[in-house]
Nanobody, 126 residues
Framework: QVQLVESGGGTVLTGGSLRLSCAAS????????MGWFRQAPGKVREFVAG????????NYADFVKGRFTISRDNAKNTLYLQMSSLKPEDTAVYYC???????????????????WGQGTQVTVSS
């Protein structure tokens, strides 16, 4: 069984930065592709960024390109999301997810992920 625990959320001003972390437990989690999603109040959960199991391939939603960076440290079983130039519209609960299917591509839809964290709140105030 894989457990994912996010941390690092909080409240920042517009233009600020945050780094989210996702600690993963489970022997084989470092063989899974992983990703970040977010869900704002009243909106559907959306893909933010994903990374392949080795970290060599990444994929970003257009609305975060150039502002967010996803990375992973397989030795620490930890996934990161460095967020910069934050905007009020980035306010959401951010979720970490893991895909156990060992795809060669970076999954971008919720259905492709098998494990989810409980989420961490990010609030960007103007």
């Amino acid at each position: 069984q894989v457990q994912l625990v996010e941390s690092g959320g909080g409240t920042v001003l517009t233009g600020g930065s945050l780094r989210l972390s996702c600690a993963a437990s489970g022997r084989t989690v470092n063989t899974y592709a992983m990703g970040w999603f977010r869900q704002a109040p009243g909106k559907v959960r959306e893909f933010v960024a994903g990374v392949s199991r080795t970290g060599s391939n990444v994929n970003y939603a257009d609305f975060v390109k150039g502002r967010f960076t996803i990375s992973r440290d397989n030795a620490k079983n930890t996934l990161y999301l460095q967020m910069s130039s934050l905007k009020p519209e980035d306010t959401a609960v951010y979720y970490c997810a893991a895909d156990r299917q060992r795809r060669t591509t970076v999954p971008v839809t919720q259905d492709e992920y098998d494990y989810w964290g409980q989420g961490t709140q990010v609030t960007v105030s103007s």
